[in-house]
Each structure stands twice: as structure tokens, then as C-alpha cells.
């Protein structure tokens, strides 16, 4: 296989003097959508934020393209091709719906054109001036995703982007999804959801307790059900 | 002759003349007082500091180089300005994830240090700045006598206000600052380059102060001092308007400048304390402040 | 920047504090000093710092084991000098009844300021104590029975329970020495009371304090104004000492150096504004005598501080003993 997109090896990372996560080891293909599935609590979201920069006390090797992203400075990471949805969506109540979407810079040529954005999402055009916490959960969403697809990223990090959404909405996350994917989108997503990530992904990792415990492609997904009832609780 | 609650006409205007032109201060170190704390979460003591920077620059330039006071304007708020980048990067930038308190005594120790520099050098008597050739003499109004330079000084400040306000809230800049006062970690994680946006913020609050600084200088004397007696008169002006609010904070400054204008004319004794007695009442009605929401 | 600091105020810098055998020890050789100084250094000098380090003791009081920044203390210091002068010399009072009265006005101010200024929390509470004092500073620049910018001046000293002459050196001395070692012991008192635990409760997490069902904004007034009125009572005595009361008292940089004192000496630690005190007291006596400008020494001082070195003399003092013995 080629190169990967994504790199990550031996990651380990603190919030303060307690230590999160213990060697985590993880690739992602260009074009492809890997889903990190873990219970509450097993580091999912420290794993999105530490390759992201976000949390800086990290260690460990995490490539893009094969450029090292560990010793570069928060603003300088996004340049590197990372687009970042947190778990917490990170609306700006100050800005206006518009004004969220324009905020993130272009990092890289070939991201949507707002137009793009805009038919990929007709509620967020309907909804431009609104302010943005207004919107729905379901709406904010959207727009978390949909803000950084302008700036040209070409892998995505999507924190439980389904998380407290009524299934409707899921259903339409999912649609864009597979949409994104059509484009030829990398994606890492994060899910608890288990029966949304089935659908979209075409590799698993599990974690827990801060470790890769198990990766396995879409394929072989049906064999390893039993164990995964049993780590993930479901 | 026209008289008001036993006060002549010319006599109240002319008090709230005076009190529409301190408002006018208020409302320009106010604005900057909000825009830094904003961002960098700071209460920067050194707000008078800088506005007395602005003042003094404007006379150097004057006495040393014989540059006018228009150049000036644009001068001496670039070079407070610019000490403002220095002071955030060398100082400030440093204790960002300490608690808030550290930023207040930290300018505090910088604004005894500057000030104290200026009275070591000036003394505390005051230096005259005269007003502009353009803005000599003053046009009669019929009920009163408005000299030209103090309409100079309320117009511009409020072209001032009204500027930062239009870079804050209808520019992409503007779009910068109010999502990283929101969550600058996420901002920069977008790309955005917050360390150097916090050094432009402070910059930018310094320069407000420093022009502020310039636009005084003919109207009260360039003294050392006339930073030190305004600045707490401006945390309290804060603290009644509430800093979530850039509005909030320079309508009130308006305001009290009238009410203390006011004040001067129908219990004068009352007039410096009027400002903090009406913070005591506002602190006990709404503690945010009257555009502070919490 | 809206970073939050991971600790959730200023007081946290320092490990909490015990009362051990060290401290004990400090406490005897201090009180040692104390007794003997008059003999070795100039008295006066020794009653100012004595005065000062019981003035940035009832500072820290508040900011030290409550988390309250006061940048308005002044007041109380100064309001209070100003009362007791007043008493002694207008209305020929005994100097234990002026210093009551002084006390006595620091605390009901501490009632009225401390109501107002703990219905916000934080840089806005530092702000709202500044503006108060100096809303109270314009007041004694206009009031004329503090005679304006000469102050209250050749206050006498009086006799001390009509027998006690405190002309004498040695007399005011002693006198001095016993109202600070009550005063910082009564604040030692309170520190380690079931009262100071809530105190550093409230500190630590006020919002747990809250649902423990504590009336937090009580305790942080109760705080509040037994800081005001041993501020006052320093301020008190140090109006007998000199002789004087004067705008200087009031004025927001005696707000400042009191503060400074508490940050150089150490935030949250008993001995630390003691500390602070002589080295402030000091550093001014030295500097009255040379060409540099005091506030800009005081200034980079204060940022020397911030920056580098914010637990403080006896902060840093605890923390290498404590690494010391591992
Ligand atoms: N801000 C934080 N401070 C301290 N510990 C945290 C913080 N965030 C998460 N943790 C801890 O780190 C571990 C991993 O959390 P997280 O990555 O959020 O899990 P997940 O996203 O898989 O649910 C958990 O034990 C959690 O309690
Ligand atoms: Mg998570």
C-alpha cells in the first residue's frame, strides 16, 4: 500500500500530570473513511485533539503527507491539510451564521465554493444572519462541518458529529457524509454511535483506556461483532 | 437672561460642554479598556499610561522636531502603539494562563514605572500644547460660545468609537477577535495566528489610548499625572457599563461625562465622587452593569 | 486570551499552609526581634515596618486565604488614620479610644465596601475596591477636617490608659510592638479556625462551597471586614506614631504598596507580608535618601514579581524546604 495520508505512532498525551493516552498507533488512507470507536472515556476525542495540536502536551510521531506536525505551532497545523470539528462544535455566539463559515481560513485550493456550501446545506443559506448559536443542535452541526469545507483541508477530523441529534438529522449527517466521500474526502471520524459509523466507514479502529486495542476494515466487520458487544457495551 | 432651575443657559451648557468632552475621553479609553479586556482578559492599569504616552509624544514631536499636531494624530498613537507591542510581547504574552489578577497588578507595576519615569523627567506641572491654527477661535451659537478645537474633540471621538466599532463588528479582523474572545484555541486551531492577534489587540487598545492622549493635549495641560487621575475614573465607568458590550462601554462613557458635567453645576462638591456613586448604585441594582450580561 | 488558569486564583501559587514546628519556631525568633529591635535599629523606623506588616497582614487576609484582590485597602488604613488624628486632636481623645474609634470606622466602611464590591468576583472585585477608595480619597480632599493637602498634622501622642506617656521612644515602641503581635495573632487565630477553613473552601471552589449549602457571600464579607478594620487599626497607630494623617494614606499607591508588600513577601503565607513589609519599608528609606524615582522602583518590583516570582520570599522559602525534604 502507499504511503498514508495520516501517520500517527506511539502517540501519548496529558491533560496536566494525568496521562490519557499510552501509544496509540493509527493510519488513514487518502480517500478514506476511518471510524475510532471506543466506550466513554477511552481517549477518542484526546486522540482527534492531540493530532490536531489542540492539546499540546503530547508525544510520539504524527505525520501528514509525511510533513511532522508534532513541533509545529497550533496556527501553523491546520496549513498542513487538517479540518477540525470539535465534539463541542465550537459555534461562535458572536458571529453571525455567515460570519462562522467565512471564519476559517483557506488553508490549501480546492475546498468548496461557498456556493457548494450553500446548496450542500440550504438551511444554513436560509439562515445566514442569524446569529450562530441560534441555530439548531442539528443546524450547528452542519455548520461545524460545513465551515471547513471552504478552507480546503483535505482530511477531516469529526468529533461525534451524530451526538444528541435527533435520527433525522443523523440520517442527513450521513448523507453528507457519503457525499464528502464521493469527493474523495479523507476522513477520521469519532462515533458512539455505532450503527451511523457502520454505515459511513470503511475502516475501524477500537480503543481503550487510551489504547488501539483493534483495527479492522468495513469487510470484516461481521467477525469481530462479539468482541466488539462485548468492549464496547453495545 | 434665559436662566434653568435658577442656573444661566450659557453657564449649564457650558458645564456640559465640558462634561460632553470628558465623556468623550471616557469613551475613547473606555472602548480600548473593553477591546483589550476582550481578548487578552486583561485590565490594563497602564490605560492611563498610555493616554499620557499619547499627550507627550504629540509635544515631542512638536518641541523636537516641529511636527504639528495632524501629523501627530496619526504619530504618536502609531508609537504608543508600538510600545503597546512591545509591552505584550515581552510582558503580557507571559502570563496569559495565570490568573487574570496577575495582568492587573503586572500593568499596574508597568504604569507606576512609566508614570514614574515622567514625573522624574517633567515634574508634575503640567505642558502647555496649543490648539491647532484650524481650530482657533469658537463659533457662537447664539446660547453659547462653543470653541472650535472642543467640537473638534467630541466629533472626533465619536468618528473614534464609531471606526473600532465598525473594525470589530463588520470586518474579518473584527470576525477574528470576537471568536477568539470566544475559544482562541479553537480560532487558532483553524489556522488563525492568535498570538500575533492578541499583540495587534493590545496595540490597538494602546494606540485608542495614545490618541486619545493627543486629542487631550491641547485641552488639559500634557502633565505626567493626567493618566493616574483618569484611569480609575475609567475602571468605574467599566464596571457601570458592564465589558461585554463595546457600545455599552462608550455610550456610558458619554453619559457620565454629562452627568459629571451636570453635577458640577448643581452640587459641584459631589462632582469628582458623582461617577463612583452612581457604580455603587448600579453594582447594587444590576451587578453585570447595565449592558453586562451574565 | 479566555485561557482559564488551572488554578482558580491567585492564592493557589502557594501549597496550603500548616502550622508547623517551622513555623512555630519563626514565630519566637520574630518575637524575639521584635522585643530587642529598639535596641539595635532606629525606633521609628522598626514601628513602621511594624505598622505596615500588620497592614499587609489584614491584606492577605483576604487575598491570601479568601482569593479577594483589594486594591482599595488605603482606605481603611488611611480613614481610619485620619479619625484617630482627628479624635486625639480636635476632640482630645485618649489615644485607646481614638485607635477604637479608628478601628471601629475601618470596620463599618469594610461593612459598606465589602457589600458592594463582592456582588462581582475576580479583576472586577480589584476594580470595584479601587474605585471605592478612591471615591473615598476625592471625599478627604474635600472634607475640611482632614485639612486638605497638609493633612492632620502634630497629632499628640497622648498618654496610653492616662499613665503610659507614649513621648517616650520606648514607651510608643512597646506599644506599637504589642498591637501588631495581638493583631497578627488574632489573624493567625482566624486562619486556623473553623471560620478560616471555609474561607480557603471558598477559595478553592467556591461554587462547591456554595452547595455545601455555606453562605458564601457572608463569609466573604465577614472576611472582608475584619481585613478593613486591621487595616484600620495599623492605620490607626501609624497616625499616633507619626504624628500625622494625610492624603498619602488614602491615595491608590498606598493601595499598591500594600499589595506589593503581600506579592514580595509571599500571597497566602502568614510570615510573607511581614516579609514584605520590612523589605518595602526598607527599600523606601534607602531610596528617600538617593536619586532614583520610588515608583519606578516600586513598579519594576511589582513586575519583576509577576513575572518571575509570584509565591513570594517566604512562598519560595516554603517550597525549597518542603523540596528539601522530599
Ligand atoms: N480536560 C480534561 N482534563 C482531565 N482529564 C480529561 C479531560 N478531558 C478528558 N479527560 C480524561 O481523559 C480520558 C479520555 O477522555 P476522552 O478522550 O474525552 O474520551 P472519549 O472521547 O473517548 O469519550 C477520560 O478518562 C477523561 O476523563
Ligand atoms: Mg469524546
Not at chain 3, 23 to 32: D, F, K, N, P
Amino acid at each position: 500500500m502507499t504511503e498514508p495520508l495520516l501517520q500517527v505512532k506511539g502517540l501519548q498525551a496529558w491533560y496536566g500530570e494525568s496521562h490519557v493516552l499510552h501509544g496509540v498507533d493509527l493510519q488513514v488512507h487518502r480517500g478514506e473513511t476511518v471510524t475510532l470507536l471506543g466506550r466513554n472515556g477511552a481517549g477518542k476525542t484526546t486522540t482527534l485533539k492531540s493530532i490536531m495540536g489542540v492539546l499540546r502536551k503530547r508525544q510520539g510521531e504524527i505525520r501528514l503527507n509525511g510533513k511532522d506536525l508534532m513541533g509545529l505551532p497550533l496556527h501553523q497545523i491546520a496549513y498542513a491539510g487538517l479540518g477540525f470539528v470539535p465534539e463541542e462544535r465550537g459555534i461562535f455566539s458572536g458571529l453571525s451564521v455567515h460570519e462562522n463559515l467565512m471564519l476559517p481560513p483557506k488553508v490549501a485550493d480546492g475546498g468548496f465554493t461557498l456556493d457548494e456550501i450553500y446548496h450542500l446545506f440550504p438551511n444554513l443559506a436560509e439562515r445566514r444572519n442569524s446569529q450562530g448559536t441560534k441555530l439548531s443542535g442539528g443546524e450547528q452541526q452542519m455548520l461545524a462541518i460545513a465551515r471547513i469545507l471552504r478552507t480546503g483541508a483535505n482530511i477531516l477530523l469529526l468529533d461525534e458529529p451524530t451526538e444528541g441529534l435527533a435520527p433525522v438529522i443523523v440520517q442527513r449527517i450521513g448523507d453528507v457524509i457519503r457525499a464528502l466521500k464521493a469527493k474523495g474526502m479523507t476522513i477520521l471520524l469519532v462515533e458512539q454511535n455505532f450503527r451511523f459509523a457502520r454505515k459511513v466507514a470503511d475502516r475501524f479502529y477500537v480503543m481503550e483506556d487510551g489504547h488501539m486495542i483493534d483495527t479492522f476494515t468495513a469487510d470484516e466487520l461481521e467477525g469481530r461483532m462479539d468482541s466488539l458487544n462485548e468492549t464496547l457495551g453495545l | 437672561m434665559v436662566t434653568v432651575f435658577g442656573i444661566s443657559l450659557p453657564a449649564l451648557m457650558g458645564q456640559l460642554l465640558i462634561g460632553l468632552i470628558n465623556g468623550s475621553f471616557y469613551a475613547m479609553l473606555s472602548l480600548g479598556l473593553a477591546v483589550i479586556f476582550g481578548m487578552l482578559r486583561v485590565i490594563n492599569f497602564a490605560h492611563g499610561a498610555q493616554y499620557m504616552l499619547g499627550a507627550f509624544f504629540a509635544w515631542f514631536l512638536l518641541r523636537y522636531a516641529g511636527i504639528g499636531f495632524w501629523p501627530a494624530l496619526v504619530l504618536a498613537p502609531l508609537g504608543v502603539a508600538l510600545v503597546g507591542v512591545v509591552i505584550e510581547k515581552v510582558l503580557l504574552s507571559r502570563i496569559y494562563n495565570l490568573d487574570h489578577l496577575y495582568g492587573l497588578l503586572l500593568t499596574f507595576g508597568l504604569a507606576l514605572v512609566i508614570e514614574g519615569l515622567f514625573r522624574h523627567w517633567y515634574g508634575t506641572s503640567g505642558q502647555p500644547y496649543s490648539i491647532p491654527s484650524t481650530f482657533q477661535g469658537a463659533f457662537n451659537l447664539g446660547f453659547m460660545i462653543l470653541p472650535k478645537y472642543r467640537a473638534f474633540v467630541i466629533v472626533a471621538s465619536v468618528i473614534v468609537c464609531l471606526t473600532t466599532w465598525l473594525l470589530i463588528e463588520k470586518t474579518k479582523f473584527g470576525a477574528y477577535l470576537r471568536a477568539a474572545t470566544e475559544n482562541p484555541t479553537l480560532v487558532q486551531a483553524f489556522g488563525v495566528n492568535v498570538p500575533r492577534l492578541l499583540t495587534l489587540t493590545y496595540a490597538i487598545g494602546a494606540g485608542l489610548a495614545g490618541l486619545a492622549g493627543v486629542l487631550a493635549a491641547p485641552v488639559y495641560q500634557v502633565s505626567p499625572l493626567m493618566g493616574q487621575n483618569i484611569v480609575i475614573i475609567v475602571f468605574a465607568v467599566v464596571v457601570i457599563g458592564g465589558m461585554g458590550s463595546i457600545m455599552g462601554a462608550v455610550v456610558t462613557g458619554y453619559v457620565l461625562g454629562l452627568v459629571e458635567g451636570l453635577t458640577k453645576v448643581f452640587y459641584p462638591e459631589a462632582s469628582s465622587t458623582v461617577i463612583f456613586v452612581i457604580m455603587v448604585l448600579v453594582l447594587l441594582v444590576r451587578p453585570a452593569g447595565l449592558f453586562g450580561k451574565e | 486570551m479566555a485561557t482559564k488558569a488551572a488554578s482558580p486564583n491567585v492564592a493557589n501559587v502557594t501549597a496550603g499552609h500548616r502550622t508547623s514546628s517551622r513555623t512555630i519556631a519563626l514565630m519566637i525568633i520574630g518575637l524575639a526581634l521584635i522585643l530587642v529591635a529598639p535596641f539595635l535599629i532606629y525606633p521609628v523606623f522598626v514601628m513602621k515596618v511594624l505598622c505596615f506588616a500588620l497592614f499587609a497582614a489584614a491584606f492577605n487576609l483576604l487575598l491570601g486565604y479568601v482569593g479577594l484582590l483589594s486594591f482599595g485597602h488605603a482606605a481603611f488604613f488611611g480613614g481610619a488614620a485620619y479619625i484617630t488624628a482627628h479624635a486625639i486632636k480636635q476632640w482630645g481623645y485618649p489615644p485607646e479610644l481614638a485607635i477604637l474609634l479608628g478601628t471601629g470606622f475601618a470596620a463599618v466602611m469594610g461593612v459598606v465596601f465589602g457589600y458592594v464590591a463582592i456582588k462581582r468576583q475576580g479583576i472586577y472585585f480589584a476594580m470595584i475596591t479601587m474605585a471605592l477608595a478612591q471615591m473615598f480619597y476625592f471625599f478627604c480632599l474635600q472634607a475640611p477636617f482632614t485639612g486638605g493637602e497638609d493633612g492632620i498634622q502634630g497629632v499628640p501622642r497622648g498618654k496610653l490608659f492616662g499613665f503610659i506617656d507614649l513621648s517616650n521612644s520606648l514607651n510608643m515602641y512597646y506599644f506599637v510592638a504589642a498591637v501588631f503581635i495581638i493583631g497578627f495573632l488574632f489573624i493567625w487565630r482566624v486562619v486556623h479556625s473553623p471560620f478560616g477553613s471555609i474561607l480557603k473552601a471558598i477559595r478553592e471552589n467556591e461554587q462547591r462551597a456554595v452547595s455545601l449549602g455555606y453562605r458564601v457571600n457572608r463569609y466573604k464579607l465577614g472576611a472582608f471586614v475584619i481585613s478593613a478594620a486591621l487595616a484600620g487599626l495599623a492605620g490607626s497607630v501609624k497616625a499616633i506614631v507619626f504624628q500625622l494623617a494625610s492624603l498619602t494614606d488614602v491615595g491608590f499607591q498606598m493601595s499598591g504598596e500594600v499589595v506589593l508588600m503581600t506579592l514580595l513577601g509571599g500571597i497566602g503565607t502568614l510570615m510573607g507580608p511581614v516579609v514584605g513589609a520590612v523589605l518595602v519599608v526598607s527599600l523606601e528609606n534607602y531610596l528617600a535618601t538617593s536619586s532614583l524615582p520610588v515608583p519606578v522602583v516600586i513598579g519594576s518590583i511589582f513586575v519583576i514579581c509577576v513575572l518571575l516570582f509570584r509565591r513570594g520570599i517566604v512562598g519560595e522559602f516554603n517550597a525549597w524546604m518542603d523540596r528539601k525534604r522530599g
